[in-house]
């Protein structure tokens, strides 16, 4: 059986956990990917919504812990990406 990942609070603490620890020992099986947004936002977009969508939008982007417009962009970004 392998070991639970440690609560870290900190950057530090991370930092200092991935660089001192044998990953390999840990369960991993709950981790999910992560993007970090580099590129500038030079763009602009005015958007009108039903209420209630946009309600649904807030909810889901909040169960993901992210902000609601960056699940917007990251909706319209994976529509992109699936093959016609």
Do not use: C, H
């Not at 763009?43 to 917007?72: D, H, M, W």
């Amino acid at each position: 059986m392998k070991k639970k990942l440690p609560t870290l609070t900190s950057d530090e603490e991370a930092e200092d956990f991935v660089a001192n620890s044998d990953l390999s020992e840990y369960d991993l099986s709950e981790m999910v990917p992560v993007r970090f947004e580099l590129k500038p936002k030079d763009k602009s977009v005015n958007l009108r919504l039903p209420a209630q969508l946009l309600e649904a939008v807030r909810n889901r982007a909040t169960r993901a812990g992210i902000p609601y417009q960056r699940f917007i962009r990251m909706a319209l970004e994976r529509a992109l990406q699936e093959p016609k």
